[in-house]
């Protein structure tokens, strides 16, 4: 079946960089020891994971394959027996996926895998059911359960809380971010390195490919990611707010940037949202690939501004692949109708999963 090639190369390169992560570096025997936080050390040194550990930033194209084939599987009128292969496959790249962002202790990669599957089964599912409107909250309900329950594995997996306070990081990392909103519009809360647009996009400033061919953060003067990390707990400790909960929401790391002109900024967001709904609601790649990290960007507002960073640059590249390969695979008139019908519906795309 064609539509199972991209999710299973997929999900091997990443078991392969899994594997790599495991037996050239000792992150699995940190995790195992609720030591994690130490991976997260600025000064820790780095190890050179070979070639197939350079496929540890194609993460967020295995993440928005897994969102597009999820489109595909669950808005499809399929045979059960079908539908229960199909999903194992689904399922197993998404423990993948989860299990990648383990092994790098990151909170941020994690969320996006499980958050952006929400509009994918709303949308194909509310479409069914148009007369059970609250259908929808038992698995968001589920899902939000789920995301929360890693947030707390992987805060205690780093050693540095106990239950309590890794409830009171999760205060301390959403709801007092807008708090330190109001400092950064008043006044109070002022950043050592504020003016040099390192927040407008994360890609421009830390993608060593694109600094290689255009110095971006040489030209705009931008310091390496762990000098301005550093000091952010500073700043805001100088404040008088406390220095360890930096998060400042999206909206305050833009305003330090370019000031007044954040909701123009904003506006272009917003702009790019509304063409990736569009794509998405008529089922078409750039759109299933896209929006769901949209809808994730944010929902994570309150923690800073994740939309343009190498994620959002790399699942362009990869949705730009992967429409070639509908093309190619099933067809011009197949990919067409994959595209225009809707989900579970008489001309439902079934066809893709069968393979035709």
Known sequence: MPLLIPIVISALLGCITLAVIGLKTNSFSLILAE?????????APTVDLSFWGKLIPLAPIHMAIIWWFAFRLWGAEVSQ????????????????????????????????????????????NTKVSM???????????????????LFFLLTLLRGNAQVGDAAQLLLGY???????????LDGSLRYTYAGNVQDLCAFCTSN??????FPYAQFFHIPDAVTTWATDFT??????????????????????????????????????????WQSFERGRVFGLMLYPWCAFSV????????????????????????????KLS?????????????????????TLLEGN
Do not use: C
Request: charged share 10%; glycine share 8%; hydrophobic share 55%.
């Open 299 to 326: 929902l994570f507002w309150f923690g800073f501004n994740v939309f343009f960073n190498d994620a959002f640059f790399y699942i362009i590249a990869g949705a730009i692949v992967l429409r070639l390969y509908e």
């Open 330 to 350: 099933f067809g011009r008139a197949a990919a067409t109708q994959a595209e225009a019908a809707l989900p579970r519906s008489v001309d439902s795309p079934a």
């Open 81 to 124: 027996a079908t539908r229960r292969s199909m999903t194992i496959v689904l399922w197993i790249a998404v423990l993948t996926a989860i299990a990648n962002s383990i092994a790098h202790a990151e909170r941020v990669t994690l969320m996006p895998i499980l958050v952006g599957l929400f509009p994918v089964w709303v949308f194909t």
């Open 235 to 276: 700043d805001t400790g100088s404040a008088g707010l406390v220095g360890g909960y930096t998060f400042a929401s999206a909206f305050a790391y833009i305003f330090r940037d370019i000031g007044w002109w954040s909701p123009l900024y904003f506006l272009l967001q917003g702009l790019i949202v509304g063409r990736a």
């Open 174 to 184: 959403t709801f007092s971010s807008y708090n330190r909103l109001a400092a950064t």
């Open 208 to 213: 060593k490919y694109l600094n290689a061919v």
């Open 131 to 149: 007369g059970k409107s609250w259908s929808f909250l038992k698995p968001i309900a589920v899902g939000a359960g789920a995301v929360l329950g």
């Open 35 to 43: 030591q994690a936080q130490a991976l997260k050390d600025p000064n």
